[in-house]
């Protein structure tokens, strides 16, 4: 063994670096998630679709075409895209931890979790994952929502129809599949391993 190469095996074992210069811009997957809100105009479209769908008369088939052109306008009029984010897990915990103390586990005379209580704490807990993951609310139109706080989604969760507020928690679920696979992913990634 060369004495040089000794000296410099040596010298890059002992080189410094600094893990938090490397995770400071870590990038999180992103994705959008449409919801349609006027549940009324997408009730009569489907409707609209089943007497097209049977209508044999051209002229009642075209007055119908028209109808649901017509409606088809409105309904995409009620189209908002939320734009979302992953987040790290101690993120996560500490959302869970801040649900936990606003709502604390309280028992029922035979040592079960209060319904009442877990409720409000499963509700809350999703309002703080949906405040801390939605980086962008867009209208049909182009519009941005001004005020993504704690209120507005507290609000929203109370107002919106549950297809949309199921939409938004089942795309949030899948980013943070994509986090977590990301995060806990141990293994080399099968293109280094290749020789």
Same mark, same amino acid.
């Given at each position: 063994?060369?004495?040089?190469?000794?000296?410099?095996?040596? /010298? $890059?074992?002992?080189?410094?670096? *600094?893990? #938090?210069?490397?995770?400071? *811009?870590?990038?999180?997957? @992103?994705?959008?998630?449409?919801?349609?809100?006027?549940?009324?105009?997408? %009730?009569?479209?489907?409707? $609209?679709?089943? /007497?097209?769908?049977?209508? @044999?008369?051209?002229?009642?088939?075209? +007055?119908?075409?028209?109808?649901?052109?017509?409606?088809? &306008? /409105?309904?995409?009029?009620?189209?908002?895209?939320?734009?979302?984010?992953?987040? =790290?897990? &101690?993120?996560?915990?500490?959302?869970?931890?801040? +649900?936990?103390? /606003?709502? =604390?586990?309280? #028992?029922?005379?035979?040592?079960?979790?209060?319904?009442?209580?877990?409720?409000? %704490?499963? %509700?809350?807990? &999703?309002?703080?994952?949906?405040?801390?993951?939605?980086?962008?609310?867009? #209208?049909?139109?182009?519009?941005?929502?001004?005020?993504?706080?704690?209120?507005?989604?507290?609000?929203? @969760?109370?107002?919106?129809?549950?297809?949309?507020?199921?939409?938004?928690? #089942?795309?949030?679920?899948?980013?943070?599949?994509?986090?977590?696979?990301? &995060?806990?992913?141990?293994? *080399? =990634?099968?293109?280094?391993?290749?020789?």
């Amino acid at each position: 063994m060369v004495a040089g190469s000794f000296l410099e095996e040596k /010298k $890059l074992a002992e080189s410094t670096f *600094d893990l #938090r210069n490397t995770l400071a *811009d870590q990038d999180y997957p @992103t994705d959008t998630v449409d919801v349609w809100l006027d549940r009324n105009i997408g %009730r009569e479209l489907a409707a $609209l679709e089943e /007497k097209i769908a049977d209508e @044999t008369d051209p002229e009642k088939l075209k +007055a119908l075409e028209e109808e649901f052109d017509q409606k088809k &306008r /409105k309904f995409a009029e009620s189209k908002y895209t939320f734009h979302i984010t992953g987040i =790290p897990l &101690r993120q996560k915990e500490d959302l869970q931890l801040k +649900a936990l103390e /606003k709502y =604390p586990f309280q #028992r029922d005379p035979f040592g079960r979790d209060d319904d009442a209580q877990a409720l409000k %704490r499963n %509700r809350y807990l &999703r309002t703080l994952i949906f405040e801390a993951q939605t980086t962008k609310l867009v #209208r049909w139109d182009g519009a941005v929502q001004s005020n993504l706080d704690l209120a507005f989604f507290d609000w929203f @969760t109370g107002q919106a129809p549950d297809h949309a507020i199921n939409a938004l928690d #089942r795309a949030i679920g899948k980013i943070n599949e994509e986090t977590d696979i990301q &995060r806990f992913g141990q293994q *080399d =990634p099968d293109f280094l391993s290749e020789s």
